[in-house]
Structures are given as C-alpha cells and as structure tokens.
C-alpha cells in the first residue's frame, strides 16, 4: 500500500500567503481578547516583591541542598517543602545564549540598519546552586563577543520604576 | 495481567470562588501530597501520571509544560489530556490494564477565578465559520437547550428551579463547597434573565481547586488500602460539535456513554442497581436532561421526580448531594474530578453530614459545557 | 498484553498554507486510512485525536471542533497532548486503548493547520514560556533552540558546518516523499548561507510551519490478521517529560528521550538499540535535533552522532538510516502530524512499501521518536514487522 504522489494530490490545496491577504480566498478574522490575573502564590509572590527591592531571593531544599531560584515552595525532585529562604547575589556567569534576529512574531530586525540584535542568555546565578540559571537579557556587549562563562551583573530599573516583575532587572551586563 | 482496577487515594484543596494565595503550583502539590498520603505512595510507586488541561484555561500554550513539577513527574511517562477529568481517568485505567506499571495518578486543577475574559473564551470555542460570526453569547446556546429540552420532555422552570435550591441546600453541609446558600424557589423564578429561559440563578458560578486521585491494579489496591473504590465501569462519548446538526433536547453524549459503562458494569436497570448519581448541573435543567439520558428517568419524569423530592439526600434516588456544580461551583475541566471524589467519598463513610446510608455503587457523570457535546460516566463499587 | 498493530496509514500533502479547514484536513487523512485497509469508520470502535496548541488554529478546545473530521461521531473520543511529542505520543494513546482490552480498533487522527495563527505562527509560542518570570521578556521558541543548539554545539567542540548536513540529507531524502513541502538538493554552504534567524540557528536549519494531517488505524491481533498480511506490531512505547525549570537543566543532553527510550526498549526486549534498531524516525524539527536525539536515544554514545553523520551511518544506504522520509525538514512540520507520519514511514519501510524512499536490507525493527514542550518530552514507540 505504498502512499503515491496521486494519492495526496488531491487531499489539500496550496494557498500563498497573498491569496489570502487579498482576499482572493474567502476567509474569515477572529482576534480573540483573552485576559488572564494569575495567581503567583507564595514562591513567585516573595520573588517579585523582592525584585522590586532590588534584590533576587532563592530557596533552599533541606534534603538535596540546592538553593533554588526561582524560588519554589516544593522541591520537585524530593517531593518534600523548601526550607528558608536565601537571598543570592545580583551577579552571575552565562550559561548558554543567542543572537537573535527576530522578535517574538518571527519579525525581521532592521540590522543592516543599525539596530542591535536581542541577545537573551541563561544566567547562573551566584549564590544560587550551580546550573540554577534564570532567563534574562544581555546587553551593552558585542553580540559576537560573549562566551560561556561570562561574568555579567544585573543593571536594575531605578526603584521609582520597579514594580514587582522580571523588567524590574533591564538586562545583565559584563562586569 | 490485572482485570480490576481501584482508586486508593483522593486528595483535593477544597473548592472556593478565589485562591489568590496559592498558584497553580501550590494548589495541585497541595491536592497530591493529599492523595499520596491517602493512598499510602510516594511518586516513586507511580507508573504513570495524567494531567487534566485545557491551554486556554491555563493561559498557556502547552500547558503540558507545567504539569510534571508539582505531581512528583519530573522524568515519568506523563502527559496531559485536553479533556474532561474523567478521560483522564479512563486513560489511567487503561494504561494499568495495558501493564504500563501498578499505580497510576489522575489530576486537574481549576483556576476560573484567573480567568478574566470567560465567556469571550466559551465563544472562542465554537465553530469559527458558521458560528463565532454571531457574536451570540454560550449562554445563549444553553438557554436553546433549555428550551428545547423544556418543549419536549414538559419539564416546566419550576421543576429546573428546585435543582437550583436543592443543590445549593446540599452544599451548606459540605465542608469543600464554595457556593452553599438557602434560598427559595421564587428567588430563583424570579432572578434575572440572561437567556430565557435560563435565569441567573440557573447558572453555576465558578469555583478554583484541584484534585489528584490514585489508581491501583487489583492485588497492589488489596495490598494498600482497606477500603479500594473499584471502578465497575467507563464510557466517554463525543457527539457532533455543530450546532446545527446536534440533538438539541436529548443529551445523547450522556446516553451513550452511560450505555457503554453500564454495559462493562453489567447493569441493567441503573435505576435500581446504583445507589446515587452526581452528575453536571452546570445549568439547572442539565441535571434532568442527563438523568434522562442515562435512563435512570424515563423521558418528561426527572421533572417530576425532583417535585416529590426524589433527587433530596433523603429521597429514593440521590443526585448531587454534594451540591454539585451549582453548589460548589462550575470547575470546568476538574467537573469530573469532583464527581468522582464526591462518590468516593459517599461509597467510603467519608461524606459527613451529607453521607447517604447503605451505599454500595454510585455513578459520576460530566459534560464538557458549552459549546461541546462530549459527556463521560464512570460508575465505582465499594 | 494483547498484542496491537498498526494496519493502516494516510496522509496529506503538506503545505505553509491549505484552503481546506482543519475538519476537512482530518478527514482527508482519515479516510485515506481507511481506504487503505478496506475498513469502514463502523469497523472503528473509538477514535483518539492529537493536535498541538490551539493557539495555531485559533479555536478553543479544538479537540471538540475536530471530533466529527475524525470520524468521532458518537464514538469514544479523546485527545491527548504534549506539545510537539502529540506525534508519537498519539499512537501510544491509541495502543493502550487497544491493548487494554477495552476495544478492539482504534483510529488515530493527528492534525495541525498553523497557518491559520497571524501575523505569524511562531508567535503563538510566546504563551509556551512561564507568563512571570519569562514572558516579560518577549521569548520566542527559536531563541531556547539557539540557546540549546549552543550549548550542544561549545559542550562537544561541533561545527556548523556538520550539523548542517542533516538538512542536506533530509532534505535529499524528502524528494522522494510525496507529501513533502520543502524537498531540495542543498549544499551545507547553503545552509550557512542563509539567513541568520537567531545565532546559532541560519534560516535552512529550520523545518517549515506547515498544514496537514496524518492517520493510522490499530487494530488487536486477531483482527490485525484477518485485515492485512503484513501487519506491524507496537512493540515498545515510551514517553517522559522533564520538569518545567528548563534553566537548571544542562541543555547538551536529552534526559527526557533517553528515559522514554530506555522505557520503550525494555518493553521490546531491546538490550543494544544500535544495533537491534534498523532504522529511526527521530524527530528533526532544527538540524542539530536529529543529533541531539540520536544520542538521547541510545542509537551511538555522547558526542558521537556527528561522526555517525559523517561517516554515512544514517544516510538512506547507511548502517542506520535516520528520517528516510525526509523528516520534518523535508517533508515539513505540522508539529502532531509530523509525529505520525515518521510513524507511517517506519511503517510502510518496514512493509517494503516505501518506494523510492525504501531502504535497502529489508528492516524489520524501526523506531520513531518527538519531542515537545520546553525542551522537555521525548515521546518513543518501537514497531516490528
């Protein structure tokens, strides 16, 4: 029962993108609005209060010993609570990062027009266990020039403009 | 190779209008831990695990990312089912009889209360051609169901009323239910319409929670538990999606997926041969539209049934005396789960001032809400 | 254990953009299944659906709105998900349906329309990452694939211009695969060439996002027999999915595949997959993910599958072919259908039924492999003739 060329050719038709946007095929638009206020709970609540502080908090495992972040209120490979909290530094090392070119929508930057690629990186934390990396974005560094390992500190929003979330830090930056 | 299956463990957090103190997280770790403890396990024991999610429910795209963490999962065959709880379940049963481990764990969690735009979501479900282009409300659908239901059985709003009254009654003596309150049956007659016929009150409210339950094969439930609530039967049925080549006033989901566990179960007269029934009521009339369908009511009787108070906790046929959806509140995906932990909880001596004597077999039946027609039922022995 | 077989298999073709609406692709699908094992959708005792996230297709529940394209009409219907391992995940929600005893066919339907998500599907991955501590900063799933292929890439000293041959193979192999989007003879120069999306990650790294929909009917054993002469057997399946915190994990290393593979190969009986599997799907949404499976999967040791590559081993003609199809970035990606249609490659391949695209040597053990979520699931099933 070899599957053949005349087998599929009649089973969907091939549109271009314009034929739709022209409205060459007949179509139809929904953009749906969709709100959500997510409970943060205890872990992530304390996390974004002390962002605001300017400060990042962890949370230690009293059976594996590893000091979390983001903190968690659970340990999720003991399966038993977290124990106290642990203030960790704003500093760290670069795990692994990008270059990137697009933006979130796959949208082309303009680089040949002079604008900066988004280097977003994992950073592991100091103070934090080894490998405990969070998510954040470098910059004033050459895209081409960062390395694994490389020591970066947070540069944080002034306190006027922090308001409990992950922008309050605007990126990390070599130090 | 096991032939029978047992839930050993339940765990929930209880059911309220809002959790703003706990995420997600919290709130399922807090039902597992429960349901561990319950059954006598740790997350080593488990063979497998099922999440119960909808993405758009979650808020997230793959809301299968978040499930493994709080369950104890991390690195075990997991997955998510975009279903009703009891698909889950059904799925868990069928992995332990396909010998994918001893013990397997079901899960589902509702955060309603973080659900900002709900009823823009309801809309987001139906048919985006035909329907959506609309703009009709899902309250809408549920309100030409009522009445088509109404016209053909003679089921009269009085009748769908005393659902409202007898649930929300029920609920008061239920330590886990959001929603509890007296009311009379003018009150309810008398509230506002949102979509004749269906009134305010007709409506449940919605609830957050989680609940996590545990499943063993025959000899490990013998081993861990003294009191092992045997699933005698499974069904789950989808009938079409569209709204204009469904069954407007006979739940025939309901029909067929009841047909299908009564048959695994070898009952015949359900009527007689099970003891209670909690079943979806998210609106008033579907608590007699599924009775009717799972032929426990012959058609136009779960009305009249209800009148002389055969559906009350003291009545000849209990239904919901949790105070189903429109007691502890609507939980969408999780409906089935609370079901299933309100007929375990009956069939083990464990429903306080609610428990019913002399159980020994109860049915859970759930509907996926507007605009579906998928419905399961499971039926569990003591 | 009752013993369940894969009896039949359809497929559409795959395209960036279909007219027909996601219904319509299901039932394309579908009833080339049928068709192709002489049975009827009475024949089909409940159905079981995957399909990744709805974002794509923009409708909420879209298990719901696909039931009737898949042939669920008033029948036992379920969907499952885990992100971009549904593929492979699908046939393992189909098998314990059937080897559970409860019934005795089953239809697994898997389809994607991505097309339909504007300005463009890739954004709907936005809501893929923590809405907290994540979304803030606008990712996108190209970046934690750069950051994977990095990681993999400084942990093993690979190059570029390796990896890249993967696409040059796959892409050679799809020519042959008639539902293929993106067939082509590329050079790796090519590959290096075009467009950088997000460093490490060029433009002909990527599969496409694609439309389509893949099918396959299971049957228990006795009625396996009585439909076909060749049917092949699920023998092992595996899955597993790692925790949510993918920033404490070593990206250089698929833990989830090995566990779900290693989960798979005992069901089977497997004691060395190198050499006892003769021929694998794995799943190769970017170049480096082959690589990065194939050593997950057990098929060589760490740090090996680039030499593999090199040395011919997984070419159609090689000692172990990987994604004889043309894999996902030939053929395309229509994240759940592409699952299942490696799947329908190991299958007709096992049959002799591939064509052009059969591999010489007559195989009679195959494996297909996808993963999903956050760099997370491996989904694994195991199939002999």
Not at chain 2, 257 to 268: F, L, Q, S, T, V
Not at chain 2, 293 to 319: N, S, W, Y
Not at chain 3, 305 to 313: A, F, N, P, Y
Request: proline share 5%.
């Amino acid at each position: 029962m070899e599957i053949t060329e005349k087998d599929v050719a009649k089973t969907a038709t091939k549109l271009s993108a314009n034929e739709i946007l022209e409205g060459k095929v007949l179509s139809v638009k929904w953009e749906p609005k969709l709100k959500y206020a997510w409970d943060n709970g205890p872990a992530i609540g304390r996390y974004l209060a002390e962002l605001k502080n300017g400060r990042i908090i962890a949370k230690k495992c009293d059976k594996c010993h590893r000091i979390m972040i983001p903190p968690r209120m659970f340990c999720e490979l003991c399966w038993v609570p977290t124990g106290e909290w642990v203030y960790v530094q704003d500093t760290g090392i670069v795990n692994t990062w990008v270059v990137s070119y697009v933006d979130w929508k796959a949208t082309r930057l303009d680089i040949k027009g002079g604008v900066r690629p988004i280097t977003p990186a994992v950073i592991e934390i100091d103070g934090a266990s080894k490998g405990m990396g969070i998510l954040h974005h470098l910059n004033e560094v050459d895209p081409w020039k960062i390395y694994q390992g490389m020591k970066v500190k947070a540069l944080w929003k002034p306190p006027e403009e922090r308001i409990g979330a992950i922008t309050d830090i605007k990126y990390f930056k070599p130090i | 190779m096991a032939k029978r299956v047992a839930i050993i463990g339940i765990g929930t957090t209880g059911f309220r209008a809002t959790t703003p103190d706990v995420s997600y997280r919290e709130l399922t770790y807090e039902a597992a831990t429960k349901a561990y403890l319950d059954a006598g396990i740790e997350p080593k024991d488990v063979g497998s695990f099922v999440s119960t999610a909808e993405d758009f429910f979650e808020g997230y795209s793959i809301a299968d990312e978040y499930s493994p963490d709080q369950l104890g999962a991390v690195l075990k065959p997991i997955y998510t089912i975009p279903g009703d709880f009891i698909h889950s379940l059904a799925s868990a049963y069928m992995m332990i009889l396909s010998g994918i481990g001893d013990i397997s764990v079901v899960q589902g969690m509702s955060k309603a209360s973080n659900m900002l735009a709900l009823s823009e979501m309801v809309t987001f479900a139906m048919d985006p051609i035909y329907n959506r282009p609309l703009k009709e409300s899902p309250h809408a659908v549920a309100g030409m169901e009522m009445a088509r239901f109404m016209y053909e059985t003679g089921t009269t709003r009085e009748q769908c009323a005393k659902v409202v009254v007898k649930n929300k009654r029920n609920a008061l003596n239920n330590p886990l239910a959001g929603h509890g309150v007296l009311i009379n049956l003018d009150y309810v007659l008398n509230s506002e319409v949102i979509s004749y016929p269906l009134t305010q009150m007709d409506i449940s409210p919605h609830s957050d929670g989680a609940v996590v339950v545990v499943l063993a094969a025959e000899e490990t439930a013998k081993a861990l538990s003294d009191k092992p609530i045997w699933i005698r039967g499974i069904g789950w049925c989808s009938d079409t999606p569209g709204l204009e080549t469904r069954n407007w006033g006979e739940a025939v989901y309901a029909q067929l997926a009841a047909d299908m566990a009564y048959k695994m179960a070898g009952i015949r007269y359900p009527r007689k041969e099970i003891d209670f029934a909690e079943i979806n009521d998210e609106f008033s009339y579907k608590e007699l539209q599924h009775l009717e369908a799972m032929r426990i009511c012959k058609k136009g009787e779960a009305g009249p049934l209800t009148d002389i108070g055969g559906t009350e906790i003291t009545g000849e046929f209990p239904v919901n005396p949790s105070g189903g959806c429109l007691g502890v509140g609507n939980l969408y995906e999780l409906n089935g789960g609370h079901k299933v932990l309100e007929v375990v909880r009956q069939l083990r001596g464990e429903a306080g001032k609610d428990q019913l004597k002399n159980v020994t077999t109860g049915l859970a039946q759930s509907w996926r809400g507007v605009p579906t027609t998928t419905g399961t039922v499971v039926i569990l022995s003591n | 254990m009752r013993k369940v077989a894969i009896v039949g298999a359809g497929l559409t073709k795959f395209y960036r953009n279909v007219q027909e609406t996601p219904k319509e692709l299901a039932y394309e699908a579908t009833k080339m299944a049928l068709d192709s094992c002489e049975m009827k959708l009475s024949d089909i005792e409940c159905v079981v659906h995957g399909t990744a996230p709805d974002a794509f297709d923009g409708i909420h529940m879209k298990g719901e709105y696909l039931s009737d394209g898949s042939g669920a009409y008033r029948k036992p219907y379920m969907r499952h998900f885990v992100g971009g391992g549904t593929g492979v995940l699908s046939p393992i929600h189909g098998w314990f349906h059937v080897a559970s005893g409860m019934f005795d066919t089953c239809l697994v339907v898997t389809e994607e329309k991505m097309s339909s998500a504007y300005p463009h599907p890739a954004g709907a991955f936005l809501t893929i990452f923590d809405h907290t501590t994540e979304q803030p900063l606008y990712p996108t799933l190209i970046w934690i694939f750069a950051i994977e292929m990095n990681r993999f890439m400084t942990t093993y000293g690979y190059r570029k211009e390796d990896i890249a041959l993967v696409a040059v193979k796959n892409k050679k192999n799809a020519i042959d695969h008639p539902s293929a989007q993106l067939p082509g003879e590329i050079t790796a120069q090519d590959v290096l060439n075009s467009e950088i999306m997000a460093w490490p990650v060029n433009r002909l790294d990527i599969s496409p996002t694609s439309d389509g929909a893949a099918v396959i009917v299971l049957a228990a054993e006795h009625v396996a027999r009585r439909v076909t002469e060749k049917p092949i057997w699920i023998d092992g399946v595996g899955w597993a999915l790692d925790t949510a915190y993918w920033c404490t994990r070593d990206l250089y290393y698929p833990d989830y595949v090995e566990v779900a593979a290693r989960q798979a190969y005992k069901m089977a009986g497997i004691k060395e997959p190198s050499k006892e599997i003769h021929i694998a799907e794995p799943y190769d949404p970017f170049t480096y993910k082959e690589l990065h499976h194939i050593e997950g999967l057990q098929l060589c040791k760490r740090g090996q599958s680039v030499q593999m590559l090199l040395d011919g081993v997984t070419q159609k003609t090689g000692n172990l072919p990987c994604c004889p199809s043309g894999g996902a970035l030939g053929v395309g990606n229509p994240i759940a259908a592409t699952g299942l249609m490696k799947i329908i490659e190991i299958f007709l391949q096992l049959r002799g039924e591939a064509g052009k695209r059969q591999v010489p040597g007559k195989p009679t053990c195959g494996l297909a492999q996808a993963w999903g979520d956050l760099m997370q699931v491996g989904t694994v099933v195991v199939m002999r003739s």
